[in-house]
Each structure stands twice: as C-alpha cells, then as structure tokens.
C-alpha cells in the first residue's frame, strides 16, 4: 500500500492532478474544469475524498437506474469475465442471446430482434442506417428540442445548441418544432391545441419535404436532455398514424427513457405506441458496463433477412456488458423497480416537486414521470423568461451555478442544464433519500429565487 492510502487529501490531489494532465474531458474547455475526485460510491449515493457524501439525484447522466454498485450486478460481471470475457460479434452465445430475449421480451409490441451497439449514439446512428435502407429514402426529421447524441449523424439530428459546432454536415436532416404546452412554438393556449397544431405542423413539415424522401421521423419517447418533456396525450398516436400513412419508419430513441425510468420498462407504453425501431441504452446495464442497441420490427428485419446488413461494431454485443443487462434486468424484476420508480413518482417526487413549486415563485413548472422530472426555473413567473437564457455559460450562467453549488453544499447532485433542474434518482432510491433531497432542493431554490427580477 502507498503512502497516499492513508492519507485521503493526498490520494485526492494525485487523482486530480493526473486527471488534469492525461483525461481530455467530454463537452468542457479543459483549463476551464475542476472535477470532483469521486472516491466511491453505493446505492443513492457517492463520495469524494474529502468524505463528503452526494445523494445523486442525477443517477450518474440518467443511467444507474438500479442506483450503484448492486452485489448481483458486479458478481454477475465477475463470474462473465472469469468464465469468457470476451468473443467475436458473430458467434453465438449464451449470455448475448439471453440479453436479447430478455430485451425483446420487455420492448413494445413486436420488436423481437435486437442489434447491440456500445452506446446511445451508436444505436441512433444504427437505427437510422436501418430505416433508410429499408425506405431507400434519405431524409430523417428530428426534433428542434432533442439530444440523439454525439456521433455525427446523432450530434446533427440533435436539435439542441450542442449540434452548432457541426452545422456543416447536417445533410439529410430536417428539424421540426415538437409540443411544449409551458413555451409552445404553436402559441397553443392549452395541451389539447399544442398537441392538434404539433400534429399539423408535422404533417406540413412531411408534405413540403415529400413524403417520399422520408426514411424516419425520430423522437424522444420523452424529451430528456431537452428538459422533460412529455407529450400531450394523443401526439404519439398522430405521430404513428402520420408516419403510417406515409410509409415513414417510426424511431423512438428511449437512451434516456427506456429500462424504468418513467415508471414503465418503455415510456411508449404511456401511450401504447410501438415504433419500428426503438434506441435504448444507458439503464439496460445501469451503465455498470456500457450496451445500447435497437430493437427492430419484423418488417425491418425482414429488409436483411437475405441481404446483409452492411454495419456492425467490433464489440457489438460484447459478454461483460451482456452479462451486466442480465443480471440488471432480473435484478429490476426480482425487486419490482419499475413499479418502484412508478410509485415514487406518483407518490413522493412528483408531490414533494409541486409543493416546492407553490413555495418557490422560481419554479415556473414541474414536469415529470416515474423517476424522471425537471423544474424549468424562470426569472419572471408572468412572462416565463428563463432564470438563464438558451445555451447560457460564464457570468450568464451565475444564477444556475449558484443554485448548484447551494444544492451539492447540501449533500445533493442534481443534474443541470441551462435553466432546468433535473429530478433523475436511481429508480430504487429509498422514500427517506426522496425527502432528503426535496429538502435540500428547499434551500438551494431560496438561492435562485433571489435571482428572479
Ligand atoms: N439519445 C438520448 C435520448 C440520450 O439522452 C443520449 C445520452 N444522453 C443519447 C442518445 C446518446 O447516448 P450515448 O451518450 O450513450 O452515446
């Protein structure tokens, strides 16, 4: 044992320091950061080196649904890599056939096929590859308000200000402006008109591109990144039926959503909509080891039942990761964490959130399902002006930063983004954490309030 073992403060600063020379951080001006050195973490919660404690309201970038380091989860890793660590993409094996099954079984309606990517943005860019082969069409439209991911295809269907630094190569991408009854691009005066002019405004946008240069129209079960945002009741049926009617495959990208989060294994069954291909990563192995991966339509996967399809990833599948989706999804059946994350919502986060709201006039809304909420915090209740404008850094983003640091001074790590406070715990979190963290939060809102106008 090194001397730095004994002695926390120094172990942090050799964590820190060698961090700052070798790791290029993701979506950060380097000289500009200072991580946190994590030293640890279980359940709700993780831990510096200095022992403070985060009650993580933000299950890591929405992943641990199943909170941190789950005893089945790790030994069922642990026995994987000492039985078969690893084996080709193209071979047959049991732990990846039973993942398989075991996703095929939980998605909607009749996705029985699954193709496994990495990651997120993999499956995007997959399930995008797929519906233009299958359509011979090139367009795929995608939402203004909506983040499919990092790579190149994902980072331009994104719609958000992340897609600006590659605004060259957005060929084939078309954006169209989903509902969002709180700022409605449709000026709608209640969810009933947002969802009737959505509706319309997708069907104009599909009429004027031609329907016929239309492989996919893609779209977040429930906007996450975007701020939450969950569609008003009959906007995914029209969106099925448009695409229907016009041969268009149907994308829904649940990374963020799928495995628990809203409350069901697939936030589409809130609707009872079955897309032709469904995105999922993230919660399949809680993130213990990286998958994601699309679920496919019998008609899709009939397009390269004798043709083959021309992707595939060198890793595609790999048997850690599979065994960690395994043993993720029985552990969230064994102990009913979807109808825990249901329950937490209906019961704790999403009461205790809206007593806040009427507490704190910097609360303009709360939004939310299951284990999944944001607060949209604005500086003028009236005329809803966000507490911090779009795609704000620096000095103007004072006002969040200091809500933030007000929240982890308190114990909690909530996940920010511009004026939004997401509300993600792990989909188990335990009903005291809840109550710890809404009153954390409590304290941190006073912060912002005195941030309003
Ligand atoms: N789609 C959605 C809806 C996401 O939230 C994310 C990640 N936050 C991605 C795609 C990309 O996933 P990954 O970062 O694993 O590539």
Same mark, same amino acid.
């Given at each position: 044992?090194?001397?730095?073992?004994?002695?926390?403060?120094?172990?942090r600063?050799?964590?820190?320091?060698?961090?700052?020379?070798?790791?290029?951080?993701?979506?950060?001006?380097?000289?500009?950061?200072?991580?946190?050195?994590?030293?640890?973490?279980?359940?709700?919660?993780?831990?510096?080196?200095?022992?403070?404690?985060?009650?993580?309201?933000?299950?890591?970038?929405v992943?641990?649904?199943?909170?941190?380091?789950?005893?089945?989860?790790?030994?069922?890793?642990q026995?994987?890599a000492?039985?078969?660590? !690893?084996? $080709?993409?193209?071979? =047959? @094996?049991?732990?990846?056939?039973?993942? *398989? &099954? +075991?996703?095929?079984? /939980?998605?909607?309606?009749?996705?029985?096929?699954?193709?496994? !990517?990495? $990651?997120?943005?993999? =499956? @995007?860019?997959?399930?995008?590859?797929? *519906? &233009? +082969?299958?359509?011979? /069409?090139?367009?795929?439209?995608?939402?203004?308000?909506?983040?499919?991911? $990092?790579?190149?295809? =994902?980072?331009?269907?994104?719609?958000?200000a992340? &897609?600006?630094?590659?605004?060259?190569?957005?060929?084939?991408?078309?954006?169209?402006?989903?509902?969002? $009854?709180?700022?409605s691009?449709?000026?709608?005066?209640?969810e009933?008109?947002?969802c009737?002019?959505?509706?319309?405004?997708?069907?104009?946008?599909?009429?004027?591109?031609?329907?016929?240069?239309?492989?996919?129209?893609?779209?977040?079960?429930v906007?996450?990144?975007?701020?939450?945002?969950?569609?008003?009741?009959?906007?995914?049926?029209?969106?099925?039926e448009?695409?229907?009617?016009?041969?268009?495959?149907?994308?829904?990208?649940?990374?963020?959503?799928?495995?628990?989060r809203?409350?069901?294994?697939?936030?589409?069954?809130?609707?009872?909509?079955v897309?032709?291909l469904?995105?999922?990563a993230?919660?399949?192995?809680?993130?213990?080891?990286?998958?994601?991966?699309v679920?496919?339509?019998?008609?899709?996967?009939?397009?390269?039942a004798?043709?083959?399809?021309?992707?595939?990833?060198?890793?595609?599948?790999?048997?850690?990761a599979?065994?960690?989706?395994?043993?993720?999804?029985?552990?969230?059946?064994?102990?009913?964490?979807?109808?825990?994350?249901?329950?937490?919502?209906?019961?704790?986060?999403?009461?205790?959130?809206?007593?806040?709201?009427?507490?704190?006039?910097?609360?303009?809304?709360?939004?939310?399902?299951?284990?999944?909420?944001?607060?949209?915090?604005?500086?003028?209740?009236?005329?809803?002006?966000?507490?911090?404008?779009?795609?704000a850094?620096?000095?103007?983003?004072?006002?969040?930063?200091?809500?933030?640091?007000?929240?982890?001074?308190?114990?909690?790590?909530?996940?920010?983004?511009?004026?939004?406070?997401?509300?993600?715990?792990?989909?188990?979190?335990?009903?005291?954490?809840?109550?710890?963290?809404?009153?954390?939060?409590?304290?941190?809102?006073?912060?912002a309030?005195a941030?309003?106008?």
């Amino acid at each position: 044992m090194n001397a730095e073992a004994h002695d926390p403060a120094a172990a942090r600063d050799a964590v820190k320091d060698a961090d700052r020379k070798h790791v290029f951080h993701s979506w950060s001006a380097q000289e500009l950061i200072d991580p946190l050195a994590v030293a640890g973490a279980e359940g709700s919660y993780f831990w510096d080196y200095d022992g403070n404690r985060y009650l993580d309201f933000s299950s890591a970038l929405v992943y641990t649904n199943i909170g941190y380091q789950h005893p089945k989860v790790t030994a069922a890793v642990q026995e994987q890599a000492a039985r078969l660590c !690893t084996v $080709a993409p193209g071979f =047959a @094996v049991d732990v990846r056939s039973e993942a *398989a &099954r +075991l996703i095929a079984e /939980r998605t909607p309606g009749d996705l029985d096929k699954i193709f496994f !990517t990495n $990651a997120g943005a993999e =499956a @995007v860019e997959n399930a995008v590859r797929m *519906a &233009r +082969l299958h359509t011979g /069409r090139p367009k795929v439209l995608s939402t203004y308000r909506s983040y499919h991911g $990092a790579t190149s295809t =994902a980072i331009n269907l994104t719609g958000d200000a992340r &897609r600006f630094g590659n605004d060259t190569a957005t060929a084939g991408v078309v954006h169209f402006w989903g509902p969002f $009854a709180y700022r409605s691009p449709f000026y709608a005066a209640t969810e009933a008109e947002e969802c009737e002019r959505a509706l319309r405004h997708l069907e104009d946008t599909i009429v004027f591109e031609g329907p016929q240069s239309i492989a996919a129209v893609i779209l977040e079960t429930v906007g996450g990144a975007p701020g939450v945002l969950v569609p008003p009741a009959g906007y995914l049926p029209g969106v099925r039926e448009l695409c229907d009617r016009h041969g268009i495959v149907l994308i829904l990208d649940e990374v963020m959503v799928g495995f628990g989060r809203t409350g069901t294994w697939f936030a589409a069954e809130h609707w009872d909509v079955v897309p032709d291909l469904l995105c999922f990563a993230k919660g399949v192995t809680s993130g213990y080891v990286p998958l994601g991966g699309v679920a496919i339509s019998p008609a899709i996967a009939e397009t390269f039942a004798r043709r083959p399809y021309p992707g595939g990833l060198t890793y595609s599948g790999h048997v850690l990761a599979c065994a960690a989706a395994v043993a993720t999804i029985n552990v969230m059946a064994e102990e009913d964490i979807v109808g825990r994350s249901a329950r937490t919502g209906a019961e704790l986060l999403g009461p205790g959130l809206r007593a806040l709201a009427e507490r704190h006039p910097s609360v303009g809304e709360v939004r939310g399902l299951g284990t999944f909420w944001a607060l949209e915090l604005v500086r003028d209740a009236a005329t809803r002006e966000p507490l911090v404008p779009y795609n704000a850094s620096g000095a103007d983003n004072a006002p969040m930063a200091a809500f933030g640091a007000a929240c982890r001074k308190g114990g909690l790590w909530p996940l920010l983004a511009g004026n939004r406070v997401h509300v993600a715990p792990p989909c188990n979190i335990e009903a005291p954490d809840v109550a710890k963290g809404l009153e954390i939060l409590d304290e941190a809102l006073s912060v912002a309030d005195a941030h309003m106008r």
